[in-house]
Each structure stands twice: as C-alpha cells, then as structure tokens.
C-alpha cells in the first residue's frame, strides 16, 4: 500500500474517530444504567376501598410511580427492596371526588392566584379529582393541564362546556365574565344554542374547548334536552343537565338518559303545571315544603327512571342549607334524597362551591359527605363510595379513579381515624396522595389571595 493511501486512510480513520468517539471497533456505545424505582409501601393500615365493603385491617399497599401495584395482607409480599412508609393505627380511603365546583370564570391574573389557592386548599383537604360545571375554560385548560402533570399543587380536574338557549345568555348576567372577549355565547366553553342551530357542528365546537362533558343549563324542552343528549353522546361526550331546564321538567330530562342530573331541590318543577308558578310562590315563601309529599308519584316515577338507567343525582345538598325559599325547605330536599338514594339512584357529592381558604379550614365537600349521612340517611361507607367511586364515574374515569385496586392511580387520603364509625373522622386528614405523591396535610400553607365575589 503507498504512503499516499495509507496517508488518506489514517486521515478518514481520525476523523471519523474525532466526530464519533464512541464508535470503536469492536465496543459498542456505552449507555447509563436507568436508575431502579423502589417500589412504595403504605404499610399496616386498614383500607376502605371506596366499593362499599367492610374495611380490611392489616393491609400494606404497594405502589410504583402514579399506580398501585399490588394490595397485600401478608407482609412477606412485600418487596425486600421498597420505599416503606408505616401507618399502623391509620385508615386509607380512595382521593375524594367533589363533582360540581366553579374553579374560575375570570381569566386575569389576580382571579387565577385565588383559583390556585382554592385548588390548592383542596388537594391538602383529601381531594383529588374535581369536575367543574361551568368556568372559563380558556384559563381552566391551563390549570387543568398542570395538575394533570403534577407542576401545581392541584386536584385534576374535568371540565364542561355550558350550553344554554340564547334567552337565558342576554337574560343572565354571569354569562358574561366567562365569555369576556369574545361575543356572547359564541365561545366553544360557554354556547347559546337553539332549535335553529347545527347541533353536529355545535358539539363539535364544544369539544374543541377540552371539556370532557356538557353542562345542559337551561332554556329547551324535551325533544331540544333528547337531540343535546343524543348528538353529545354520539361525539363522546358526557351530558350534565340540571333536573329542570324550564320548560323541560324533571321526567323531560330523565327521558333523555343525561349522565348525571344537578341540584336535588329542581325535582319540585315535577309538581307543578307551570315553572313561573314555582318560582313566583318561591320567591314568596309561600310553599310549605312541610306539607309537600315526599313520595309524589310524579317524583317516585322519575327517580325510578333514573335509576333503571343509572342517571347520577348531583344534590348540592349544602347549597340548599345556605337558602330558603319557605318552611321545611331544607329537610323536604334532605328527605328526597333519602328517597332517591332507597330507591337507588346513584348519588354523587358536589358543592356548588369548593370553599375559600380565607374561609374553611377544610374544603366545603366535607360538609356535604357528612350531610347526607347526617340528614339522607346514608350509611358512612356508603357516602364515602358517593365521594369516591360515583364521582368517578360522574366524569366517565371509574376505570382509573374511585376505588384502591390494582392498577388504578394511587390517589388516597390516610386518616388518623377511622370513617367507617363516625363519618366525621374523614376530616381527621394525616396525608393526601396524588398520582404516587404525598402532600402531608401538616405542611399545608396556603396561597394569599383576595376573594372575588
């Protein structure tokens, strides 16, 4: 071989070296080793599993990333190589579901500081998952994206598109915050639809906000409530109705087959001829809810509908506390949905209101859980499964949330007492667990922020 080739050789051989050093004949690329995550052990605690069985002592849950992998009652299942946190004397219940919050209808910057302190607030008081039934989406999407990534401290949360006739838009004020900047009812999260309107082309605008459901709001009738219902479902999208959308009463909407109906103290609607006159002798006082039947046929035929098609009830019954629109307001409401819950309806919990940091210790979904026990009858394991597992399946994510089984996420809260015998205990918060991550209730320090009412 000359000296010219080897030269050229030697030349191509460096220079190849030079840009690839690792490429050496004969070893190949040297990679890191990943580093082995450990798996996390909640040890010796008694689980509620948010199914409405007895509680289990004695049980150790494992956990790997955002999941649980494994429920135990032998300890020598457990990993001899794990992360192991022991709460002996402790109870563990699904992350708590609060079905119906207003997260934020204002997109500027000091509303979102109190939205995030509210979240936050929420997220140390034991909840996990919201679904929100009517805010600005526009500023929801982003709160909504960076809890589902775990970059804010944060339930995660699942939001509507509000849709409503156009009457209910120019007549009702609290439209107008959501839809700041853009023309009124024509925003893909707050719509004014009527019988006029391309309901494919709509609900395919109201997907496009990133909604993962339809608030039905009012305004339509039965047949506008069925094509709704009808065309979202089609598009995959989950219907929320309120009970009554005027004209449309309570057995309009059952009709439908919504997936979830709002706020227990509409059923009345079902009991009167005309919606005016409801609101006339209620804005008077003039109803005696005491002497009202309870089990009205008319009411008795529509709770049997939705629970023949397992239509979710969202009462609000703490919304009903805070009125009072005549004698016996609030235990007529309490009482119905002691009815519906016998005649099994599945009910989920929601507020209405998360309740402000500046306000309650603890967010207002404790409220709410231990009225329906206290005033509805339920059963402290039954109105845990309400919280938990129903509200999963609410939002349409019951295949991943609700309950503590293998393979769902490791949402969780610890309590230092046990709910199952006095549902007050849910309040007695020692850690929440979020997607795998722990937010120890005693470190909680809330964000400052200035309500706006």
């Known amino acids: 071989m000359s000296y010219l080739i080897r030269s050229l050789l030697s030349t191509c051989l460096l220079g190849i070296f030079l840009l690839h050093p690792t490429l050496v004949i004969g070893q190949e690329e040297q990679q890191e080793p990943e580093e082995e995550v450990l798996p996390v052990v909640i040890r010796n605690v008694t689980l509620i599993d948010g199914n409405g069985g007895e509680p289990r002592s004695n049980v150790s849950i494992l956990m790997a990333e955002d999941s649980i992998i494994g429920i135990v009652d032998n300890e020598r299942d457990i990993p001899i190589e794990s992360k192991i946190y022991d709460y002996s004397g402790h109870y563990v219940i699904p992350g708590l579901i609060d079905a119906h919050v207003h997260v934020t209808s204002n997109p500027s910057e000091e509303p979102r500081i109190y939205s995030a302190s509210s979240l936050k607030h929420a997220l140390y008081g034991g909840i996990t998952t919201v679904r929100d039934l009517a805010s600005d989406a526009r500023s929801l999407a982003s709160f909504a994206r960076d809890a589902l990534l775990d970059e804010i401290e944060s339930p995660d949360i699942y939001y509507s598109s509000f849709i409503a006739h156009p009457d209910f838009f120019e007549a009702d004020k609290r439209t107008l915050q959501p839809s700041r900047g853009a023309v009124l009812g024509k925003t893909s999260h707050f719509l004014a639809i009527d019988e ?55 057995s309009d909407v059952v009709a439908a087959g919504p997936d979830s109906m709002i706020h227990i103290e509409m059923f009345i609607y079902e009991l009167f001829d005309s919606a005016d006159e409801v609101d006339k002798r209620r804005g008077e006082q003039s109803i005696d809810y005491s002497k009202l039947k309870v089990d009205d046929p008319a009411i008795v035929k529509v709770f049997k509908e939705m629970a023949e098609k397992n239509v979710i009830l969202d009462p609000t019954l703490i919304s009903e506390k805070r009125l009072e629109h005549g004698e016996g307001w609030f235990q007529y409401n309490a009482d119905l949905l ?66 503590l089984e293998v393979g769902k996420k490791a949402n969780m809260v610890i309590l230092k ?37």
């Open 338 to 403: 002691r009815l519906a819950h016998k005649m099994g309806v599945p009910v989920s919990t929601g507020t209405d209101n998360l309740g402000s940091p500046n306000e309650y210790y603890l967010p207002t979904l404790f409220e709410e859980i231990e009225s329906i026990v206290e005033f509805s009858g339920f059963t402290p394991l039954e109105a845990i499964t309400s919280a938990t597992l129903i509200g999963a399946k609410s939002i349409g994510i019951e295949k991943t949330h609700g309950t």
């Open 417 to 453: 007492a046990d709910p199952s015998k006095n549902i007050h205990n849910i309040r007695e918060i020692k850690v929440v667990i979020k997607n795998g991550k722990f937010y120890e209730r005693a470190l909680y320090t809330p964000i400052q922020a200035h309500s706006h009412e």
């Open 196 to 250: 006029n309107d391309d309901l494919k082309e709509a609900i395919a605008y109201a997907r496009g906000s990133g909604a993962t459901g339809i608030k039905i709001y009012a305004g339509y009738d039965r047949e506008m409530m069925r094509k709704l219902t009808e065309e979202a479902h089609r598009q995959g999208m989950k219907v929320w109705a309120h009970t009554a959308l005027i004209p449309a009463k309570p």
